[in-house]
């Protein structure tokens, strides 16, 4: 039986969440076994019964008002109770902040192998091997789980979403927990508002020093909000304090896999490419044809950014108004 | 108060990552190793909490003796002693046991790791090693204050932050700006060499994973120039050729 972790924000399941349980249900189905989705904490039925179109042929809800927000301790306790009495011998999570909070207690409460993430789906033809990304995404290692059960953290925006209609099975169980579960408190949750999260992003609009200070940003910002894009920007801008550390990618900062990511004045240096390597579509934009980016871009463009943006953002605004 | 920091020997991130042994083996020939950089931050932090209210900071690596200048520069850096645990690191699950193994004798009241390792990317250390100690993680945290054996903590989740305030003990994993990173003086570096460094053998040998080999991504095709007096033809290109847009 293949059990995932249907991760929650705010009672509503995340793209991830469902490229998970689709992820988990293909498995299941090569091995003629079933897929179960354990959600914790609030979610409504008729948003627990999209985990079935996904792939989830049964649903199983832990719910109580103490797990309203999330706790490492007791989300991983109840998830690994569910994975007993279910008899999981396969467990699939999104390899997100939260998710990987959880994995790794329920892989040592399980006495389970684990990979997190991950971005092929398992090869049993010689033991149980998957593909993860390492060095930041400069490299691909492929990992052999020995052990009975295995836990996966798999990387999000790399599998796709498949429509099972299988049709909802829900449940609940309690998940085994007492007070004693609860020793570290969610205090105080603060999101941004109106904007896509980096790391959940499909379209990404990066820069770097070529914007020559934070006061230029605008232009950053507006093409990122006309394409439904993220904003990201290199290590040095982080650095200088021009954008806030939760934007850097590279090898120190976050690892993303967006399908389009637009580096805008930004060389590409080794640490930086690492991080944004395994975009599906890269374009550069820098008025240094030496820059190392093009060599890692599907698209390039040889000028100065504040010369060509205008045009960018213009064409990207009749594009959205035709569409 | 005694606080732990968990330390991994990785390359710089400047190294051009290549494999030998038939693309089996990470080839470390010319490569410099430095302190995983998310585990200079905990040490760090780890120096700033005990310089204020009192207390030891001992670094502990999983890793054969070629990770000792790494562990002597936080020793130079300012920890008060080291250990380094005899083996190769194999996986997050071994290090995470070798650790919990070691630290269940010591009763440390804080233990800080990185969040992630910037070779392997695991980011499962802290959570492993939290619950075979049996006590609470917060990962990913980007500030750390201690009052009165409670821990005040901001941690990064997709899309914001969160507050969590938890009771001591606990592992928290340190993402990018729980601090800024020290370099060690002269006087540091000269008291590290006679600061306790302490060599521990393996306990148990539960084997989880084994990588079997490694693969460096394919080259990409070409880049297709623009030329920038029609740059907007790039919108076009990403809706009709690339199709994502």
Request: glycine content about 8%.
């Amino acid at each position: 039986m293949i059990l995932v972790y249907a991760e929650s924000i705010d009672g509503n399941f995340k793209k991830s969440t469902f490229e998970a349980v689709s992820f988990a249900a293909g498995i299941a189905q090569t091995n003629g076994v079933h897929c179960v989705a354990v959600s914790i904490g609030h979610v409504e039925d008729a948003k627990l019964a999209e985990l079935a179109n996904y792939g989830a042929d049964k649903v199983v809800a832990v719910n109580s008002s103490k797990l309203a927000a999330f706790n490492a301790e007791a989300y991983a306790k109840a998830f690994a109770n569910v994975a007993a009495a279910e008899g999981a011998t396969i467990v699939v999570v999104s390899n997100t902040y939260s998710g990987k909070a959880v994995a790794g207690r329920v892989a040592a409460k399980l006495k389970a192998g684990i990979a997190s993430g991950v971005i092929s789906i398992p090869n049993t033809s010689n033991g149980f091997v998957v593909r993860k990304t390492v060095f930041s995404g400069k490299a691909f290692a492929d990992v052999n789980l020995t052990t009975a059960i295995k836990v996966l953290a798999i990387t999000p925006n790399t599998f796709d979403t498949h429509t099972f209609g299988k049709t909802a099975n829900l449940t609940t169980a309690d998940g085994g927990l007492s007070d004693a579960d609860f020793i570290s408190n969610s205090v105080e949750i603060s999101r941004v508002t109106g904007k896509i999260p980096l790391t959940e992003a499909e379209l990404v609009v990066s820069a770097g020093r070529g914007m020559k200070g934070p006061e230029h940003w605008g232009i950053i910002e507006e093409l990122a909000q006309v394409l439904g894009a993220a904003t990201a920007c290199s290590k040095p801008v982080s650095d200088m304090h021009w954008r806030p550390h939760s934007e850097h990618v590279g090898q120190t900062g976050i690892t993303i896999k967006p399908n389009l990511y637009i580096a805008i004045g930004i060389s590409g240096a080794i640490q930086h490419l690492a991080g944004v390597s395994s975009s599906k579509v890269i374009v550069a934009i820098n008025k240094d044809p030496e820059a190392p980016f093009f060599k890692a871009a599907d698209y390039g463009i040889v000028a100065d950014a504040f010369d060509v943006l205008p045009k960018i953002l213009e064409a990207a605004k009749k594009l959205k108004a035709a569409n | 108060m005694k606080i732990l920091v968990c330390i991994s020997n990785v390359p710089d991130t400047t190294t051009k990552v290549t494999f030998t042994d038939n693309n089996t083996k990470f080839n470390t020939a010319g490569v410099q190793f430095i302190i995983n950089p998310y585990d200079e931050l905990a040490l760090t932090r780890a120096l700033e909490i005990t310089e204020k209210q009192g207390g030891t900071v001992t670094a502990i690596n999983v890793g054969l003796a070629d990770a000792e200048p790494s562990i002597r520069k936080t020793l130079a850096i300012g920890a008060n002693d080291a250990v380094r645990i005899n083996a190769e690191p194999q996986d997050a699950y071994f290090v995470a046991e070798q650790i919990a193994a070691y630290a269940k004798s010591e009763q440390f009241d804080l233990i800080l790791t990185g969040r992630e390792s910037i070779d392997y990317n695991g980011g499962l250390v802290g959570g492993l090693l939290a619950e075979m100690l049996g006590i609470p993680s917060v990962n990913v945290i980007t500030s750390i204050e201690i009052e009165n054996g409670v821990a005040t903590m901001e941690r990064d989740i997709d899309g914001g932050k969160e507050k969590v305030s938890c009771k001591l003990p606990l592992v928290a994993s340190a993402q990018k700006e729980l601090t800024e990173p020290r370099i060690p003086n002269m006087r540091g570096i000269m008291a590290a060499r006679t600061k306790p460094l302490k060599v521990v053998e393996v306990t148990g040998d539960l084997k989880t994973s084994a990588t079997v080999g490694f693969e460096l991504p394919a080259a990409k095709g070409g880049v297709k120039l623009i030329p920038a007096d029609q740059a907007e033809l790039l919108i076009d290109l990403l809706h009709n050729e690339a199709k994502v847009i």
